[in-house]
């Protein structure tokens, strides 16, 4: 059975249609790229597995159950874990903090642990476990943001462009972290505008026009394929 599976998902804004009939299936240790334009649909697809933007139609399937009547605050405890565009900070609040909201839906007791293990991920943020994290680089929020997502100890972790707007040696360090996640086995649906980089980290991608998923492919193929080269990869 997937872990993970989006079956006919309509999302619209006001009547605006943003996902027109998407279909999405992750297995237990995938890790699979989301590929497509600006305005796609991505974020919105994203913000509706994880209850943030409600649905119309559609199905959301976690092991084969349907999740769209568990409320977007306890979809955490679902293991569904979201770093989202923009990064989400709150930038008044330390880096620690921000870090520990992550844990906000956890009673066990090894909070403690996990955030050791951030730590040692991105070293670079318990240098600054104190500093407010609006204080921070582009590249430290982003590593903020998914030590945050980490903390909550998701089993499905989703990427909303993490490498947008950073230095390309920032870019490399961030793909670099986000295949240590990988490889301790956990779920990641990646979305990214730099498909080349993402399509290069994962074994499959889907590849998304106006709303719709136009091609599902390994992600050798993809690279390889002479519509993605010239929409996606800039040759
Ligand atoms: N909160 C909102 N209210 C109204 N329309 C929205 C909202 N969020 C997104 N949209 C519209 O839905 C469509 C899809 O947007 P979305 O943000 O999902 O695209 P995207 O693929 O993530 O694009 P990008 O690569 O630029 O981040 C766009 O036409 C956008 O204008
Ligand atoms: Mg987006």
Known sequence: MSLLEVKDLHVSYDGIKAVRGLDI?????????????????????????????????????????????IPPHLLVREGISLVPEGRGLFGRSTVEENLMMGAYSRRDAEIGKDLEKVYSLFPRLL??????????????????????????????LFLDEPSMGLAPIMVQKIFEIIRTIASTGM?????????????????????????????????????????????????
């Not at 994203?46 to 084969?64: D, H, M, V, Y």
């Not at 609006?134 to 998914?146: A, D, K, P, R």
């Not at 998304?208 to 080269?229: R, T």
């Open 25 to 69: 299936t992750l297995a237990e240790g995938e890790i699979v790229s989301l590929v497509g334009s600006n305005g796609a649909g991505k974020s919105t697809t994203l913000r509706a597995i994880c209850g943030i933007t409600p649905f119309q139609s559609g199905k959301i399937l976690i092991e084969g159950r349907d999740i769209r009547s």
């Open 127 to 156: 240098e600054r476990r104190k500093q407010p994290a609006g204080t921070l680089s582009g590249g430290e929020q982003q590593m903020v943001s998914l030590g945050r997502a980490l903390m909550s100890r998701p089993r499905l």
């Open 187 to 235: 779920t990641i649906l990646l979305v990214e505008q730099n498909a080349k980089v993402a399509l290069s980290l994962c074994s499959r991608g889907y590849v998304m026009e106006s709303g719709k998923i136009i091609l599902s492919d390994s992600a050798s193929s993809l690279l390889a394929n002479p519509q993605v080269k010239a929409a996606y990869l800039g040759q």
